[in-house]
């Protein structure tokens, strides 16, 4: 067997660790082909290694992509998986994320509040917008004047640019006040983390469109829509599609996207080709056979429309920001 006498923790789950937080990283800066592909490699890891793959990054990618079912069955297995506060937090808070992005606010008011009784240092930082805007649309707002109140001290004492551009559109959310939305963007466009920034740009332009500004929110709603459709962000840029429909826009159909052509572990194998992997390089990393590299080139050639290795080097969808060691 594969693995057979690994230990079960040391460095294969150091590795699946780091593989867990690149994950997270490539969501975070708009790279959904890479958070897909680690995504992949962990798992294989994992199966060799004969235990669970880590359920944190999983489900924090689900959410990011509007993934109801996907996240549910991660969900239940999480909850059937022995418990420990921090792994409760991130499931409830990454429950608020996916409710929001599916504008189900009720359902992301609950999970947000649950996920913010222990208040864990990071985990309760990050469900605290996800509280505001919930409660914002569930005309909460005494659940929502409490969470900025929070929200604020935190980004005050970390003076980071994003948490104060996070802060920035949930004040906007609170008050009403578009400067805190055009601070939001401004503080938010200086970093690399999209989901953010798009977040702003649709927080900003729900809030003109409901000032009867349509000429205004179309540009900021278009904005959000390219940017969370290309980083995979799916719920959020249905929501941005949405709006548009409610100015009297019509969206236009984006061309599908690589990862969503391919399997996981089809994008996986792709992107380490595209890195300038051989077959038998991949295969060892992703602890499958060769034959089965060749099978899922063969499939990803016929998907994408390609006839060779090359092709798959020079492709824009496929661009890797760490080569292949």
Known sequence: MAGEGWPRVGFPLLLRLGLGQKIIDAVMIGDIGQAIAATAEEAAIA?????????????????????????RELAQKAENAPPSAGQVTNLHATTATLNNGLADYPAALAAARRATEHDDIFLTGSALPELIEAAVACDDHAAATEALASLTERTQASGTTTGRGVAAYARGLVTGIEHH????????????????????????????????????CRRHLHTVHELLSK?????????AAMELRATGEK????????????????????????????SNEVASRLFISKRTVDAHLRNIFRKLGLTSRRQLKDDPDLLVHDRFE
């Open 47 to 71: 199966a060799a290694a004969g235990v669970p793959p880590l359920a944190h990054h999983r489900l924090h990618l689900a959410a990011q992509r509007g993934r109801r079912e996907e996240f």
């Open 251 to 278: 969206v236009r159909s984006r061309s599908e996207q690589h990862h969503e052509k391919l399997t996981m572990q089809e994008v996986a194998v792709a992107r380490l080709v595209a890195s300038g992997a051989t």
């Open 181 to 216: 939305f055009q601070e939001a963007i401004e503080l938010l466009a200086e970093g690399r983390l999209i989901p953010h920034l798009g977040r702003a740009h649709l927080l900003y332009g729900q809030w003109l469109r409901r000032e009867r500004r349509r000429r205004d």
């Open 231 to 239: 980083a995979g962000n799916e719920g959020f840029a249905r929501r």
